[in-house]
């Protein structure tokens, strides 16, 4: 159960890269690049690179017989991005 949910979740995680890479251009204003504020690249790399990251780190805890942790940090992207689409 534990390996189906992390691989669920990494799905999730990579559609959600994928889609902010897909809208980057509307956030820096530019088709290409990193031209925006340095505010906001810091911003858009963090959540790239934890929607990357956190699914990478959801299957060592699972190695390392922890899946519930790991479980709990591969949903924080999306339990973020849900948070940020609504209050935000």
């Known amino acids: 159960m534990p390996l189906a949910a992390l691989i669920l ?6 559609l959600l890269a994928a889609l902010l890479i897909m809208l980057s251009g509307f956030t820096f204003g530019y088709h290409e690049g990193l031209h ?7 911003i858009w790399s ?4 934890g929607c990357i ?9 699972r190695a ?5 942790l790991g479980i709990f940090i591969a949903g924080l992207p999306i339990v973020l991005a849900l948070y940020l689409g609504f209050v935000g």
Do not use: W
Request: aromatic share 4%; net charge negative.
């Open 53 to 61: 990251g956190a699914p990478i780190a959801g299957f060592v805890l």
């Open 46 to 49: 963090a959540g790239l690179a």
């Open 36 to 42: 925006g504020a340095p505010s906001a690249v810091a």
């Open 9 to 14: 979740l990494s799905t999730v995680d990579g």
């Open 64 to 68: 390392h017989e922890k899946p519930g």
